[in-house]
């Protein structure tokens, strides 16, 4: 006689997207961070620089064109609005893949 299994139904993997998306957001962030903790370092500012890390507001160009002459490059939120695109993705397709488990 044997007992039937009772371990956990096995969770499904998080999507390759969501884990890309995930992996840019980080790039994205410490770019955003090392570049403008440059202008008065980490903690000036800062209610005004996490503007910066979504979208380009005057401050920030203001902040990019006293940092010109920076090794950084400058930072623009064009790599999290991919990293953004790449989770929706991914969110995407766990909704499709628990509608389709669901038949």
Same mark, same amino acid.
């Given at each position: 006689m +044997?007992?039937?299994d009772q371990s956990p139904?096995?969770?499904p993997s998080i999507p390759?997207?969501?884990k890309v998306g995930t992996?840019?957001?980080a790039?994205?962030?410490v770019w955003w961070f090392v570049f403008y903790a440059q202008y008065g370092g980490v903690t000036r500012m800062l209610d005004v620089k996490i503007l910066c890390l979504t979208e380009t +507001?005057?401050?920030c160009t203001f902040f990019r064109d006293a940092l010109r002459d920076s090794p950084i490059p400058a930072? +623009?939120?064009y790599?999290?609005?991919a990293g953004t695109v790449a989770v929706v993705i991914g969110v995407v397709q766990v909704i499709r893949q628990r509608r389709g488990s669901n038949n």
């Open positions: +044997t007992e039937p139904p096995a969770r390759l997207m969501i992996a840019i957001y790039v994205s962030l +507001t005057f401050e930072y +623009t939120p790599l999290w609005w």
